[in-house]
């Protein structure tokens, strides 16, 4: 499965991905707390040289902020209906900053230094009796093995509705899908269990 | 948890990736091709329940919060919770729940089918229409400042489209469990 990191070495990289994380989450206070308009532009300007400089193609970089940029500005447009205008102008400015600087952190961390922060935020729950920080690897890894599989047998039951003459349909095509997929649980848990991977 | 709950739900995750991948699909009661990708978290809490159902919609959370594009349309990483809408994906977690936990207390296996059906609409209208939309709608109040009552009149254009998700999960829950019962049972 494709992932949005990108494989460069750009000092972004090499900060410590807890650190990214930290600035990230000050940061999604303190532009909330911003109200004027110059200082958000700042904000803007920096995360857009950042998300810039990440390594990505500017075609690339553009097209993995279209949609939201879109929701953004049709979120924008409505509220500019009701409200003020330096409101609609703030949020907007506020939202595209986060959202520059969040794409800027998913672009320079990778999937594994990402797990293993998860790993260590999830540490504490084990200690409570909550969950396994290693199950959450687990899953990931899972999620990450099936989905090719699913969308196979989603074509297989597609042509058989065609190879039939039946009408494809979602409450048709769903109801195969997920009992094909979820009959598969009990070997796969009985395989996880042979080999002791949850075991501690 | 049980390894085979764990499997469940990392194998519910990918059904509801798959979902994302998928192109739009026509559902046969309104000519308007859908994304099946909020229809699947209505199904996780219909089709596992309240616990396995939270935590499948969960793992999708993590996979989007790493920086996979498992969203539909490509969609994937931080950005995702920094967007107006993000509400609404927060929100899935909890609908995913709600829906279980209605559909365990409200469907039971020795019900007439269309019994079965109506509970399991009556679970997905709760978490997947007014939990989610609760969530949705309290972001785009405070974050988007677009004020509650507009939030709440701009985000009912989208209710019906959901409402017919609710239908779909309903016959696709009743049918999953008069082949596969995995639904937990609560009285």
């Known amino acids: 499965m494709q992932t949005l990191h990108v494989d460069a070495d750009t000092w972004m990289h090499r900060i410590s991905p807890r650190l990214k994380l930290g600035i990230l989450a000050v940061l999604g206070i303190v532009l909330f707390l911003i109200d004027s308009i110059p200082l958000l532009d700042v904000a803007v300007a920096i995360g857009a040289l950042l998300y810039f400089r990440t390594g990505l193609s500017v075609g690339e970089a553009l097209k993995r902020l279209r949609p939201i940029l879109l929701s953004i500005a049709v979120v924008a447009l409505f509220g500019l209906v009701f409200n003020p205008i330096h409101v609609a102008i703030v949020t907007v400015l506020r939202l595209v900053a986060l959202v520059l600087f969040a794409a800027t952190v998913t672009a320079t961390t990778s999937i594994a230094a990402f797990m293993d922060e998860i790993t260590a935020l999830a540490a504490p729950l084990e200690k409570m009796g909550l969950l396994k920080a290693a199950d959450i690897g687990l899953a990931v890894g899972l999620v990450v093995r099936f989905v090719p599989e699913i969308l196979d047998r989603y074509r297989a039951i597609r042509e058989a509705h065609e190879a039939r003459g039946i009408k494809i349909r979602i409450a048709t095509t769903l109801v195969p899908l997920i009992i094909l997929t979820l009959r598969d649980a009990d070997n796969i848990a009985a395989a996880i269990d042979a080999r002791g991977i949850r075991r501690h | ?187």
Do not use: C
């Open chain 2, 1 to 187: 948890m049980t390894t085979r709950d764990l499997v469940l739900s990392a194998l519910f995750a990918a059904i509801i990736v798959a979902l994302g991948l998928l192109p739009p699909i026509s559902i046969g009661l309104i000519p308007v091709p859908i994304t099946a990708q909020s229809l699947g978290v209505m199904l996780a809490g219909v089709v596992l329940g309240a616990k396995r159902g939270a935590i499948a919609v969960l793992i999708v959370v993590v996979l989007v919060a790493i920086g996979l594009p498992v969203l539909s349309g490509g969609r994937g990483g931080l950005s995702v919770f920094a967007g107006p809408t993000a509400g609404f994906f927060i929100g899935w977690t909890f609908a995913a729940y709600i829906t279980g936990y209605f559909s365990e207390r409200l469907v039971k296996a020795e019900q007439t089918g269309i019994a079965q059906g109506i509970g399991f609409f009556i679970a997905s209208v709760i978490g997947g229409v007014v939990v989610l939309y609760a969530f949705g709608i309290g972001w785009l109040a405070l974050v988007a400042n677009i004020g509650f009552s507009k939030a709440f009149l701009g985000s009912m254009a989208f209710v019906p489209g959901d409402l017919v998700k609710a239908v779909v999960a309903a016959l696709v829950g009743r049918a999953v469990m008069a082949g596969y019962p995995l639904l937990p049972q609560r009285t």
